[in-house]
T-cell receptor
Framework: DQQVKQNSPSLSVQEGRISILNCDYT??????FLWYKKYPAEGPTFLIS?????DKNEDGRFTVFLNKSAKHLSLHIVPSQPGDSAVYFC?????????????FGTGTRLTIIP | DGGITQSPKYLFRKEGQNVTLSCEQN?????MYWYRQDPGQGLRLIYY???????QKGDIAEGYSVSREKKESFPLTVTSAQKNPTAFYLC???????????FGQGTRLTVV
């Protein structure tokens, strides 16, 4: 049972344009969401997070939007740069429910076209 | 520099042999985690530990074992009972479940 889903395995975006990566979840107990970026043969690195009490969090070129009623979050990267080419994982946790672990999606491979 | 270190980066083993993957952190984190990455599967949790001398099974613990004798160390043993051990293994640590986990560089295990 995949509780965190990233339905697009890959995405190609022109350099300078906006990249939008999507993530859906099924467990309504999740209250904290994170995005990680991963290069080949390396560990994921934390990118940005959002608590369920917010609907938007912005950090430089990266913005995460949360729509709790739709159980959907998205990561916007603007403008996209070649160094953004990587696999992006969405993750969720339910701290208030005592579920002390991150549940990851399957990832979306983003390719930025120069 | 503080960080989380996995060793070795690449590991080859014969089928039927147990193998232990190392994970060490000097971030003073209480929690440590082991994940496995397979193509199209994302990151799946194998085991996690919130405090020394205590650990819990994750979603795919069968065929694996761990120990947490020291706060800094969380080694993972891939036993011969693991049916499909070839994968990329990632160790992570964290201070709190509601903040980001920090990942090591990973160990690619190939069983031949």
């Amino acid at each position: 049972d995949q509780q965190v889903k990233q339905n697009s395995p890959s995405l190609s975006v022109q350099e300078g344009r906006i990249s939008i990566l999507n993530c859906d979840y099924t467990n309504s107990m999740f209250d904290y969401f994170l995005w990680y970026k991963k290069y080949p043969a390396e560990g994921p690195t934390f990118l940005i997070s959002i608590s369920s009490i917010k609907d938007k969090n912005e950090d430089g070129r990266f913005t995460v939007f949360l729509n709790k009623s739709a159980k959907h979050l998205s990561l916007h990267i603007v403008p996209s740069q070649p160094g953004d080419s990587a696999v992006y994982f969405c993750a969720a946790s339910s701290y208030n429910f005592g579920n002390e672990k991150l549940t990851f999606g399957t990832g979306t491979r983003l390719t930025i076209i120069p | 520099d503080g960080g989380i270190t996995q060793s070795p980066k690449y590991l080859f083993r014969k089928e039927g042999q147990n193998v232990t993957l190392s994970c060490e952190q000097n971030l003073n984190h209480d929690a440590m985690y082991w994940y496995r990455q397979d193509p199209g599967q994302g990151l799946r949790l194998i085991y996690y530990s919130q405090i020394v001398n205590d650990f819990q099974k994750g979603d795919i613990a069968e065929g694996y074992s761990v120990s947490r004798e020291k706060k800094e160390s969380f080694p993972l043993t891939v036993t011969s009972a693991q049916k499909n051990p070839t994968a990329f293994y990632l160790c992570a640590s964290g201070t709190d479940t509601n903040t980001e986990a920090f990942f090591g560089q990973g160990t690619r295990l190939t069983v031949v």
